[in-house]
């Protein structure tokens, strides 16, 4: 093992979508029963002026968990979960894949890249991801909310039927409803995440202190 070094090869863009795409579905199938259950306290009390609808009170991430496995049973903490990795395959792949080459083309150089640039490319791959991603995200938070006790009706038969359902009842803008909000959100987020990576990545190669 003596002598190896990293490659001096850059990857090439197709590497970088696909790895950090294929992470994020990791990740995804990991922490998905948490984002399941942060969907259904946000949207908690929804249905509290329909006298028809049954309300389910949930009480922490924990008690939401438990609740849901009680009444709709465990697979319910993945409902939505395709267009969860659909999203992750779209979305990680261009706001992480991209991000290097976006800081390039504003840098115009490869190292030593100011932080304005940094930001900038942050926020444009953030941004450009949620535009492309959001119908994915729509259908995700449509089947992570539907509340289904046993032997209830789904509103929507699969994924596909989800999206077609969509745009056929709400038109095809309904796939990017809330999007402003959430390019806004990503924007931000990306610029933290992916900057704060990159300066403390250069930091550590600057200063061999991984080598």
Request: glycine fraction near 10%; aromatic fraction near 6%; hydrophobic fraction near 40%.
């Amino acid at each position: 093992m003596v002598g190896l070094k990293p490659s001096e090869v850059p990857p090439t863009l197709t590497v970088k979508f696909v790895g950090a795409g294929t992470a994020a579905c990791i990740a995804d199938l990991v922490t998905f029963p948490l984002d399941t259950a942060k969907v259904r306290l946000q949207i908690q009390g929804e249905g509290l002026a329909e006298s028809s609808v049954r309300v389910v009170q949930y009480k922490g991430v924990m008690g939401t968990i438990s609740t849901m496995v009680r009444m709709e049973g465990a697979a319910s903490l993945y409902n939505g979960l395709v267009a969860g990795l659909q999203r992750q395959m779209t979305f990680a792949s261009i706001r992480i894949g991209m991000y290097d080459s976006v800081k390039q083309f504003y840098c115009r150089q490869s190292e030593n890249s100011g932080i304005v640039c940094r930001l900038l490319a942050g926020s444009t791959t953030g941004a450009l991801a949620v535009t492309c991603a959001q119908p994915t995200d729509v259908v995700k938070v449509r089947f992570q909310a539907d509340v289904r006790v046993i032997d209830g009706n789904r509103r929507y038969n699969g994924t596909v039927d989800a999206y077609k359902t969509i745009a056929k009842q709400e038109g095809v803008r309904g796939l990017w409803k809330g999007t402003v909000p959430n390019i806004t959100r990503n924007a931000i987020v990306n610029c933290a995440e992916l900057v704060t990576y990159d300066l403390i990545k250069e930091a550590i190669l600057t200063r061999h202190l991984m080598t």
